[in-house]
């Protein structure tokens, strides 16, 4: 076991930080309280080559390691929660999806003006009845000639009204439940599909988040992935890369707190001394740093293993569930020890804050991550000749 990053790794690190300090950090504040969705981030991280950059050479892509994609995601988010789930979903949500479960002319069609940044994806798989029971859809896929009239009406859908092109689960075969789903790839220009309004949030709240409507969208054969009924398995498995990402975003959210809070406890004089000084801040600060050590850890192996191939449905939903709930609690901390100040928009505490609240939500909620957990383990325990059984 090896705990020491690759030199890639760390120049990757050393990057992200310089191009979020210097770029987005400046305008982060300001776009959480207007909203207006940072194109130019978004234009910045295609420019850089951060779209696409887990993907093969071959579609575009500059062939970086899951970790290192990880270091980005957390490095954006410990400036910018907003910016890191862009990433996220367009590299883990829409291009991993469709180099994973795309035939290669697919794969040849969709993936380089992603990794271009021409093309922003989204994922399209909540809707109004169908949250953590994400099976239960009512989007339908009617069978037509020449492919399928897509017709229903997603919710909460990332990168919303701003991308150009989804990856949109219906079900082609209401008898076949879960198996009776399919994915399809749907363009913004296509007849039949609207928006509903962008959605005021607690934070991430430059993100773009909106329903994405669908009425009789005819879809050509062509773009649906994989076979039909495989669509609940896309879904799945695409949400593993998905949250390693949250996990990884939560981690970073947690730094900027820590970051915050730290820099404040040096300065700051209380009673005569600096409230770093104070047992009470110091603990807070000792738990933080334990918490973002200990979510880190558990992001880079779910990375790891992902990145590899293995099944790690598991060790994922453990990392995000860690990291999502530290990041939780170490922001709430991190408010508290800048005191008033932390209460305000002075500084970027309070919306690191907000930021972490969604971490805990998107991607399956910590409720759904503690009954994958658990299933895991019970899973393994009655697959064990333990003494303890029987
Ligand atoms: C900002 C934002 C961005 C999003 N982006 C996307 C996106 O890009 N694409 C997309 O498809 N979706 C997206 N989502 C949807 C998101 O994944 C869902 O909100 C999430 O999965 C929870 O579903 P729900 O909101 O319907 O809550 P529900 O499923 O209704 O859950 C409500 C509560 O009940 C709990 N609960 C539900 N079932 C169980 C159970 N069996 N046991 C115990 N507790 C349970 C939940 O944990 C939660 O606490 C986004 C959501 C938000 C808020």
């Known amino acids: 076991m090896d705990f020491q990053l690759t030199d890639e790794q760390e120049a990757i690190r050393q990057a992200v930080h310089q191009l979020a300090q210097e770029v987005i950090r400046p305008r982060a504040a300001q776009r959480d309280r207007s909203g207006e969705f940072p194109w130019d981030s978004v234009q910045l991280m295609a420019e850089q080559g951060y779209f696409g950059m887990h993907l093969p050479a071959e579609y575009g892509g500059a062939g970086f390691d899951y970790i290192s994609y990880a270091i980005t995601l957390e490095e954006l988010a410990r400036t910018d929660a907003t910016t890191a789930v862009i990433l996220d979903v367009q590299n883990s949500l829409h291009a991993e999806c469709i180099w994973k479960n795309g035939s290669p ?24 009845q169908a ?68 959605l005021e949030k607690l934070g991430i709240r430059a993100s773009a988040t909106c329903d994405v409507v669908l009425d009789q969208v005819m879809v050509p054969d062509d773009r649906r992935l994989g076979a039909e009924g495989d669509g609940y398995k896309i879904a799945l498995l695409t949400l593993q890369g998905g949250r390693v990402g949250i996990a990884a975003q939560a981690v970073g959210i947690l ?132 003494p303890l059984v029987g």
Not at 107 to 128: D, H, I, N, Q, S
Not at 134 to 153: C, H, I, P
């Open 105 to 128: 002319e697919q794969r040849e069609r969709f993936l380089p003006p992603l990794c271009r940044g021409e093309v922003l994806g989204a994922y399209c798989l909540t809707e109004p």
């Open 131 to 198: 949250g953590s029971d994400a099976a239960n859809l009512l989007t339908v896929a009617k069978r037509v000639a020449g492919g399928y009239e897509l017709t229903g009406r997603k919710v909460f859908v990332t990168n919303g009204s701003m991308a150009h092109r989804y990856v949109v689960y219906a079900v082609t075969d209401k008898d076949k439940g879960k198996r009776g789903l399919s994915a399809f790839v749907v363009d913004k220009d296509m007849p039949g599909v609207s928006f509903g309004p962008l």
């Open 255 to 386: 730094q900027g707190a820590i970051d915050t809070a730290t820099s404040y406890a040096l300065s700051r004089e209380q009673f005569g001394q600096k409230i770093g000084e104070h047992q009470a801040i110091q603990w807070m600060l000792a738990d933080m740093e334990t918490d973002v050590q200990a979510a880190r850890l558990l992001t880079y192996r779910a990375a790891w293993l992902h990145g590899r191939g293995e099944r790690a449905a598991a060790a994922i939903s453990m990392a995000k569930l860690f990291a999502s709930e530290a990041a939780m609690r170490g922001t709430v901390k991190g408010v508290q020890i800048l005191g008033g100040y932390g209460f305000t928009n002075e500084y970027p505490a309070e919306r690191l804050m907000r930021d972490a609240k969604i971490t805990e939500i998107y991607e399956g909620t910590s409720e759904v991550q503690r009954m994958l957990i658990a299933r895991h383990v019970l899973d393994l325990h009655a697959a064990q000749e333990s």
